[in-house]
């Protein structure tokens, strides 16, 4: 078995024990009756709802990697790109440190289908900047328009928020204006940096932005079924709890979710809300995720070995040995 092959099998298996293990972490704080009783309370069609909206995120997120193959140069067809997306993040989303995770499982695809290994690492740091200009997007809107639970939980001065929620719009902004203006790489200490043009880095921030938005409404979904809770108070808890998670790469934001929806919230969410939240963003998409990976291996060897086969049954010398 080949050097390759061990390490992918040892990568499913970390995956496997995550699966477990967030499962463990997710139930074990919570007797059965309280999650029982607590997921019983929200209605189905909030329930089918945040279904939705996490498959409308996770749609988003496949675009990502379908601008970052136009950025780089290699436009591989959409279902290309969404297979890779999908099976990367929803392990990325749980592993922690996306970049790393994630980015190990998207080089596993895309170095099959001709991309160098420079051109992966571009695909990453592309997917990477469209988070953060998503994130910082509608950061700066949910700050503008509820600064007093961003005060709450930051513990600023009222007038504070307001700052940062320029900042965060300006970063957007600044990007799109470079990318229309800038026609040689930027340079940033060592690296370099090719700007992608206007169209694609427009579609950056679109897209970007609306994953964010569908995870806040998937999130709302299930915290405010029989709370007064609303859509703008959602997406402040976690908006707010995701940069957080992006600063301490805690592994599927385990514990810094909740302690951000309890500060903003205030109770609005319960405990059936929170973990059928993390089931429905985290834990499905990973047991979908998984799945798709191993059999993808499994085609993709059965498909090497077979050409194999048919170029030696070709080859007049192997015919003749």
């Given amino acids: 078995m080949s050097a390759r092959n061990v390490t992918f099998n040892?990568?499913?298996?970390?995956?496997?024990?995550?699966?477990?293990?967030?499962?463990?972490?997710?139930?074990?704080?919570?007797?059965?009756?309280?999650?029982?009783?607590?997921?019983?309370?929200?209605?189905?069609?909030?329930?089918?709802?945040?279904?939705?909206?996490?498959?409308?995120?996770?749609?988003?997120?496949?675009?990502?990697?379908?601008?970052?193959?136009?950025?780089?140069?290699?436009?591989?067809s959409y279902p290309k790109a969404a297979i890779t997306s999908f099976t990367a993040l929803s392990i990325g989303h749980n592993l922690g440190v996306a970049a790393l995770s994630s980015g190990a499982v998207r080089y596993r695809y895309y170095t099959r289908w001709g991309l160098t290994t420079q051109e992966v690492a571009k695909v990453i740091l592309f997917c990477g900047t469209t988070v953060a200009l998503g994130l910082s997007a509608?950061?700066?809107?949910?700050?503008?328009?509820n600064p007093a639970d961003v005060t709450k939980l930051l513990r600023v001065g009222y007038g504070d928020p307001w700052w940062l929620g320029v900042f965060c719009l300006l970063v957007p902004i600044v990007y799109l204006i470079l990318s229309a203006t800038v026609r040689s790489s930027l340079r940033l200490w060592k690296w370099r940096f090719e700007m992608p043009d206007i169209k694609i880095a427009i579609g950056q921030v679109a897209m970007?932005?609306?994953?964010?938005?569908?995870?806040?409404?998937?999130?709302?979904?299930?915290?405010?079924?029989?709370?007064?809770?609303?859509?703008?108070?959602?997406?402040?808890?976690?908006?707010?709890?995701?940069?957080?998670?992006?600063?301490?790469?805690?592994?599927?934001g385990l514990g810094v979710l909740e302690a951000t929806v309890?500060?903003?919230?205030?109770?609005?969410?319960?405990?059936?809300?929170?973990?059928?939240?993390?089931?429905?963003?985290?834990v499905l998409p990973l047991f979908v995720g998984l799945p798709v990976f191993a059999i993808s291996e499994l085609v993709i060897k059965?498909?090497?070995?077979?050409?194999?086969?048919?170029?030696?049954?070709?080859?007049?010398q192997a015919q003749l040995l």
């Fill in 208 to 252: 970007g932005t609306l994953n964010f938005i569908f995870v806040a409404a998937c999130l709302h979904q299930v915290v405010a079924g029989d709370t007064q809770a609303s859509f703008v108070q959602s997406a402040t808890a976690f908006v707010l709890a995701n940069i957080a998670v992006l600063v301490t790469h805690v592994p599927g």
């Fill in 138 to 145: 509608l950061a700066g809107v949910i700050v503008l328009i």
């Fill in 262 to 282: 309890s500060v903003v919230l205030q109770g609005a969410a319960s405990i059936g809300g929170l973990v059928a939240f993390r089931v429905i963003y985290f």
């Fill in 10 to 76: 040892l990568f499913l298996l970390l995956g496997v024990i995550l699966a477990a293990y967030l499962l463990y972490n997710i139930f074990s704080s919570y007797s059965l009756d309280e999650i029982r009783q607590s997921i019983a309370a929200i209605p189905a069609a909030r329930l089918v709802s945040a279904v939705v909206f996490c498959a409308l995120s996770y749609l988003c997120l496949t675009g990502f990697d379908w601008l970052a193959l136009r950025y780089v140069g290699k436009p591989l």
């Fill in 302 to 316: 059965k498909t090497k070995q077979s050409d194999k086969c048919r170029k030696h049954s070709s080859d007049p």
